[in-house]
């Protein structure tokens, strides 16, 4: 069957701007490549997995510094105590 230029400008202004499924839409938009060989993470297309994922990122580095601010103290201290060791042997 055929439709005429009058109907299909109707459809076209029906569908327009709507998404049928706010989810599962925006995993048309992903690049094959993504998907070709496996699944992919949710966090491409979802916001709120995005924003836990990029969270989980800055406790991963803030955690990062913090262990690695705790080893230089810790070998400021042992350099420091060597330090008052030899001193006291000095005496």
Request: glycine fraction near 2%; charged fraction near 40%; charge should be positive.
């Amino acid at each position: 069957f055929d439709l005429t230029a009058e109907e299909m400008k109707r459809i076209a202004a029906l569908d327009t701007g709507y998404v049928a499924c706010t989810k599962a839409s925006p995993c048309c938009e992903l690049p094959w490549e993504a998907i070709a060989d496996s699944v992919p993470d949710k966090s491409m297309w979802d916001d709120s997995k995005r924003r836990k994922v990029e969270a989980a990122k800055r406790r991963a580095q803030r955690d990062e510094d913090r262990i690695r601010k705790a080893q230089a103290r810790r070998e400021r201290q042992l350099q420091q105590q060597k330090e008052v060791a030899a001193l006291r042997e000095a005496k």
